[in-house]
């Protein structure tokens, strides 16, 4: 299992982001995905959770209506379209598989994360 | 401030058990049997280290355990080593309107 997060970067106050992960291992089209952050020396904070078909989307209260999750399972591909960026965005974001038995059981698989900076 | 509480700092001697706690309400940790830990080396990405209060995926020592009375979780680790110096988180299922909460984190150090 292998996921590779992308599209980190240094971005102003109010400009939009969009981050890709890419997986490969296992059968992506099976299995709910999630995006966690890590502000700088801060803990972890779930972003956002997408199941395997697309059904179910949950956001965080702190990013609902800045973010949009989507999923190209003919590609292997998770994304996070990240818009109206604030200095509090700034973080590690993390790209994770969640559990086989249940999305709410935990996450499995991470990946090495993408730096998102957002300064002016 | 993280919607599940856990203290900032534990420590203990090689050999030692330590038990690091969580707090959340009924809302979270106590409605539903869907707590999680993981270890966090610096610089590296979280690992999953126990699912569903006290599930142990492969490859993680036995030496790690959870359980859950109540609001609280709790994980335990016994005989401590020194690589299990970290950072642990937990989380849990909080229902479809926050589906997963996290906790502030606790500084594990082996004395």
């Known amino acids: 299992v292998q996921l590779v997060e992308s599209g980190g970067g240094l971005v102003k106050p109010g400009e939009s982001l969009r981050l890709s992960c890419a997986a490969s291992g296992f059968t992506f089209s099976t299995y709910s995905m999630n995006w966690v952050r890590q502000a700088p020396g801060k803990g972890l904070e779930w972003v956002s959770s997408i199941s395997s078909s697309s059904d179910y989307i949950y956001y965080a209260h702190s990013l609902k209506g800045r973010v949009t999750v989507s999923r190209d399972n003919a590609r292997s591909s998770l994304y996070l379209q990240m818009n109206s960026l604030r200095a509090e965005d700034t973080a590690v974001y993390y790209c994770?598989?969640?559990?086989?038995?249940?999305?709410?059981?935990?996450?499995?698989?991470w990946g090495q994360g993408t730096l998102v900076t957002v300064s002016s | 401030q993280s919607a599940l509480t856990q203290p900032p700092s534990a420590s203990g001697s090689p050999g030692q058990s330590v038990a690091i706690s969580c707090t959340g309400t009924s809302s979270d940790v106590g409605g539903y049997n869907y707590v999680s830990w993981y270890q966090q080396h610096p610089g590296k990405a979280p690992k999953l280290m126990i699912s569903?209060?006290?599930k142990r995926p492969s490859g993680v020592p036995d030496r790690f355990s959870g359980s859950k009375s109540g609001n609280t979780a709790s994980l335990t680790v016994s005989g401590l080593q020194a690589e299990d110096e970290a950072d642990y988180y937990c989380?849990?299922?909080?229902?479809?309107?926050?589906?997963?909460?996290f906790g502030g984190g606790t500084k594990l150090t082996v004395l």
């Open positions: 569903e209060v006290s």
């Open positions: 989380s849990s299922h909080a229902g479809d309107n926050n589906f997963v909460v």
């Open positions: 994770a598989r969640a559990v086989p038995a249940t999305a709410k059981a935990g996450f499995d698989y």
